[in-house]
């Protein structure tokens, strides 16, 4: 997502600006863009990893080429550690990304390639087989695509690649139960639950693009299952925090990730609710 440029100028904790000093198109090779990172179904099923293209994780759809075509960002060291927090790169023992050098060839002198910092998932997050990305998630890196003017055909890639389809009232469910999560996490200082809860929901996680009707129906009860008890009681605390004006540092991010349809797009609401 960091080829966005304005995604990435807005990654500085507490909301300051990263400095950007140059950022242009291009090829890691014998690498890919993968979404193997263990996210959190059915909202953000998968997130955007750089994989080595000679590992066993299975893509849902192959470029034709062994390359991952992206941003080059040239940043200050100090800048960089700040997009690296806000990825969760701190040194702990449970980060969710390894930083691994790769080297680039830049659009404008493809014979001239550099070292570059990229971001894998860590093997306690990396799952074998690439679920499908949110269509959050996707519309950022084609955005970002389009902006950095990234060759058509992976362009078209990007355009073709599987996404994660969820209803309103399942996406419902699923924020008001990562409303619980994140209290608890922030209450206890212990991911123990979310990571819990996120081993149940890929036990039953069947991607969108999969034929089996039948397996789509029970992957979508078993899910509700799940996430129903810790949306039932985030319902309750997130009308708690309304009124108090208080709760977990991380609901504001989930505001920012998941804003209520309403406000993110009245006119489309109004359309779906006179189609309904």
């Known amino acids: 997502s960091n080829m966005l440029r304005e995604k990435l100028e807005n990654r500085g904790i507490n909301g300051t600006k990263i400095d950007i000093l140059a950022m242009e198109a291009g090829v890691a090779r014998n690498h890919r ?3 193997n990172m263990r996210g959190f179904p059915p909202l953000e099923p998968g997130m955007g990893s750089l994989e080595p293209t000679d590992s066993s994780a299975s893509p849902l759809l192959k470029y034709k080429n062994d390359e991952c075509h992206g941003a080059l960002v040239k940043v200050t060291p ?3 550690e700040r997009i690296a ?3 969760g790169v701190t040194g702990a ?3 969710g990304y390894d930083e691994i050098v790769v080297e680039v060839h830049p659009y404008t002198r493809p014979d001239r390639p550099v070292k570059a910092i990229a971001l894998r998932a860590r093997e306690h997050v990396r799952l074998s087989y690439d679920p499908c990305p949110s269509q959050r998630y996707m519309d950022i890196l084609k955005k970002g695509a389009n902006e950095l003017g990234l060759r058509p055909c992976y362009r078209e890639f990007l355009e073709n690649h599987p996404i994660q389809t969820v209803a309103n009232w399942q996406r419902h469910i699923a924020k008001f139960n990562l409303v619980t999560i994140l209290s608890f996490s922030f209450a206890l200082k212990w991911r123990g639950p979310s990571r819990l809860q996120s081993r149940l929901l890929f036990m039953v996680y069947v991607p969108s693009n999969e034929p ?9 009860v078993l899910t509700v299952a799940i996430l129903f008890p810790g ?3 985030g319902c309750m605390l997130k009308k708690v925090y309304d009124v108090t004006g208080k709760g977990p540092p991380a609901l504001r991010m989930l505001k920012m990730m998941f ?3 309403a406000k993110e797009d009245p006119d489309k609401t109004n359309e779906e609710e006179e189609a309904s």
Do not use: I, V
Not at 212 to 220: D, G, I
């Open 33 to 35: 863009l993968a979404f």
């Open 78 to 80: 100090e800048n960089y």
């Open 85 to 87: 927090q806000s990825e």
């Open 93 to 95: 023992a449970q980060q």
């Open 212 to 220: 089996n009707r039948f397996r789509k129906f029970m992957s979508e």
């Open 231 to 233: 949306a039932t009681l």
């Open 259 to 261: 804003p209520d349809k």
